[in-house]
C-alpha cells in the first residue's frame, strides 16, 4: 500500500501548459478550503467541480470506504444524478461491484468502457443506464494506512480514458486523498478535544489549567461549586492568593519542581478559603502539560475537597486516642490497686508479728532470755517493713525521674570483693560458694546504688540456689563506651514464659516463701537505667540464671 501519492504518470506524457496552470489553479482553491477548515464535502465537491471543469462532459465522484463494515459511501457527485448517487450509497465492495467497488476490493483502477456490456456490472447496470450512465472508470483513493474510497470518472457514452484525463485524475485522487486524511485527522483531534473538555467540565473533582506560575486559566463548575467563586474571581487569582489564611504557605512550593522542568506530577495537600473565610481542606495532584517540543507551558491540577475526610480522620484519631488513654487508665488504676493489695499483704505479717510480741511483752511477766528474743523478733520486723518502705520509695522516685543520684567513678574489682565478703556467710548457710572472676573495668555509677544492685543480685543468685551451687560475678569493658557486668548462678533457672514477671512489683512468680518481697528486681532494673545503664535477664531451666549490667565507663 502507497502512502498516497500520485501513481506513476505514462512515460514520454506531460500536461500541456494550459492544463498545469489550471491545475495549479485548481489545487491552490482546494488547498485553502482545506487551510481554513472548510468541511470535508464542501472539499471533495471542489475537487470533483475542479476535474469536470478541465474534462468537459464528465462526471466525477468520490465515495468514500466504510473499511469495517466494507461498504462505500457517498462523498461527492455535484453533477451525477441524486437518485443515482442515492441507490450507490452504501454499496459492498467486491470483484464484481462496478468500477468503484472492483476498485477498492482490488486496490486499482478498473475501466468499463462499456458499463452495458462490462461484467462487473451486471448488478448495477440497470441503475446506471437509465440515467445515461455508459462509461466509468475508477481510481482507488490510497492514504497512509490503507483505501481511503474511490475517485470515478463517468462519461455518458462508451470511453477509454486519454492519458491526459489518466493523468488529471491521477493529480486529483492524490488531493482528495490529502483532503479526507486531514479531516479523519482533525475530525479525530476535534472528538478527543471534545471529550476532553467535556471530561474536564463535567468532572466531580475540582479542575483547573494554570500558567506555571499558578495563575488560572480554566477552571471547571466542580471547582467553582467548592470554592463558591465565580469563573470570572477564579481567573483573575492564583493559587496563593486563595490560601486561607491559616494554611501552611510553604505548601505549594512543592510546585516549584515542576516549574523549573524537573518531574512530571507533584502532590501537596493545603488550605483553601471561601469568599466568607470557611476554609476548605484540599489535596492538590498537579501535572505538567508540554508543548511540542517538550517545554513546560501549562499546569493541569486536580483539587479534591477532603475537609469531610480529614475530619473523619482527626474524629478516628481521636476515639482511638481517648481509647488508649482510657486503657492506660485502667490499667493504671489496676496496677495502683494491685500494688496497694500486695504492699499491704507484705507489711500485714511483720505488723502482727510486732502486734504480737508486743502484746505478748506487755500481759506475761517472761524470763529475761524470752523478752530478749521477742524484742529481736519486733526489730527484725520493723527492720523489714523500713527496707520494704525505703524499696517502696526508691520505686516512686525512680519512676517520678527524681531519684537523686551522685555519679563518680568506681573500680568494680573493689566494689565486688566487698559484696562478695559481705555475703559469704549468707551462702554459706546454704551451702552456696561466692567467687569473683576476672572483674575488670571502671564505672561511672552511684557507689551506693551500685552496691545496692550488686547485694540484690547476688543474694538472689544464692538464695534461688541449691547447697552445692555456686555464684560468679565477672566484669569486662566493652568497648567504646560501656562496662560489662556479669552474676551468674547455678540455681534451678527461670522459665522463659516468666522472666518479664521479674519486674512486676511483688510478683514473686508463684513461690511463697520469706526470702523477699518481690521489689529486688524491680528496683535493680529501676537503679541501672537511672544511671544510664541497662540489665538483661538470660535463664535456662535446669541450668541456671544470669544476670548482665551494662554500665557507662568511666572516662
Known amino acids: 500500500m502507497d502512502s498516497g501519492a500520485p501513481t506513476a504518470r505514462a512515460p514520454g506524457f506531460d500536461l500541456s501548459h494550459r492544463d498545469s496552470l489550471g491545475l495549479l489553479r485548481r489545487q491552490t482553491t482546494v488547498l485553502e478550503l482545506i487551510a481554513f477548515g472548510a468541511t470535508l464535502p464542501e472539499v471533495l465537491t471542489a475537487v470533483t467541480t475542479a476535474l469536470e471543469e478541465l474534462m468537459p462532459e464528465s462526471h466525477c465522484s468520490i465515495l468514500l470506504l466504510d473499511a469495517a463494515a466494507q461498504t462505500l459511501h457517498h462523498g461527492a457527485a455535484p453533477s451525477l444524478p441524486l437518485a443515482y448517487s442515492r441507490a450507490v450509497d452504501g454499496s459492498a465492495i467486491g470483484e464484481d461491484a462496478g468500477s468503484c467497488g472492483s476498485a477498492a476490493y482490488l486496490d486499482t483502477e478498473i475501466v468499463a468502457e462499456d458499463i452495458a456490456t462490462d461484467r462487473r456490472w451486471v448488478r448495477y447496470r440497470e441503475l446506471a443506464l437509465p440515467h445515461g450512465l455508459r462509461a466509468c472508470w475508477s481510481r482507488p483513493i490510497r492514504g497512509r494506512t490503507g483505501i481511503l474510497g474511490t475517485f470515478a470518472v463517468y462519461h455518458g457514452a462508451p470511453h477509454q480514458p486519454t492519458e491526459r484525463e489518466q493523468r488529471l485524475v491521477e493529480r486529483f485522487t492524490h488531493l482528495a486523498s490529502v483532503a479526507i486524511e486531514h479531516a479523519r485527522l482533525y475530525g479525530e483531534l476535534a472528538v478527543s478535544e471534545d471529550r476532553l473538555r467535556r471530561a474536564f467540565e463535567d468532572s466531580a473533582v475540582g479542575m483547573a489549567l494554570t500558567t506555571l506560575d499558578g495563575r488560572f486559566g480554566k477552571v471547571n463548575r466542580a471547582l467553582r461549586d467548592m470554592l463558591g467563586r465565580s469563573e470570572q474571581d477564579l481567573l483573575a487569582a492564583d493559587m496563593s492568593s486563595l490560601q486561607h489564611p491559616d494554611a501552611d504557605r510553604t505548601a505549594i512550593d512543592a510546585l516549584r519542581p515542576l516549574t523549573g522542568g524537573e518531574g512530571d506530577s507533584a502532590q501537596f495537600e493545603t488550605t483553601l478559603a471561601r469568599p466568607g473565610g470557611s476554609a476548605v481542606r484540599v489535596a492538590v495532584t498537579a501535572s505538567i502539560v508540554r508543548s511540542a517540543d517538550g517545554t513546560p507551558v501549562y499546569l493541569l491540577m486536580n483539587v479534591l475537597d477532603v475537609t469531610a475526610s480529614r475530619a473523619a480522620q482527626r474524629e478516628r484519631r481521636a476515639r482511638r ?162 562496662v560489662a557486668v556479669r552474676v551468674s548462678d547455678s540455681g534451678a533457672g527461670i522459665p522463659k514464659e516468666l522472666i518479664d514477671r521479674l519486674f512486676v512489683p511483688f510478683d514473686r512468680l508463684g513461690v511463697e516463701d520469706d526470702l523477699g518481697a518481690g521489689l529486688g528486681m524491680v528496683l535493680a532494673r529501676g537503679l541501672t537505667d537511672a544511671m544510664g545503664g541497662g540489665l538483661s535477664v538470660h535463664s535456662t531451666v535446669g541450668a541456671g540464671t544470669t544476670v548482665e549490667l551494662r554500665l557507662p565507663a568511666a572516662r
Open 321 to 482: 486516642e481517648a481509647e488508649v488513654a482510657r486503657g492506660v487508665a485502667e490499667a493504671a488504676s489496676r496496677a495502683k490497686s494491685d500494688f496497694v493489695s500486695a504492699l499491704s499483704h507484705e507489711m500485714r505479717t511483720p505488723l502482727q508479728a510486732i502486734t504480737g510480741f508486743t502484746e505478748l511483752l506487755g500481759t506475761l511477766d517472761l524470763p529475761a532470755e524470752r523478752r530478749t528474743a521477742a524484742l529481736g523478733h519486733i526489730a527484725s520486723a520493723s527492720s523489714h517493713i523500713l527496707e520494704l518502705v525505703d524499696d517502696v520509695l526508691d520505686i516512686a522516685k525512680i519512676e517520678a525521674g527524681a531519684l537523686p543520684l551522685h555519679l563518680a567513678e568506681i573500680n568494680l574489682a573493689d566494689l565486688v570483693g566487698e559484696v562478695i565478703e559481705l555475703l559469704e556467710p549468707v551462702a554459706a548457710e546454704r551451702g552456696v560458694r561466692l567467687r569473683a572472676g576476672s572483674v575488670l573495668g571502671t564505672v561511672r555509677a552511684d557507689g551506693r546504688r551500685l552496691r545496692q544492685i550488686l547485694l540484690n543480685l547476688v543474694t538472689n543468685g544464692a538464695r534461688h540456689n541449691h547447697p552445692g551451687g555456686w555464684v560468679l560475678v565477672t566484669a569486662w569493658p566493652d568497648p567504646p563506651d560501656c
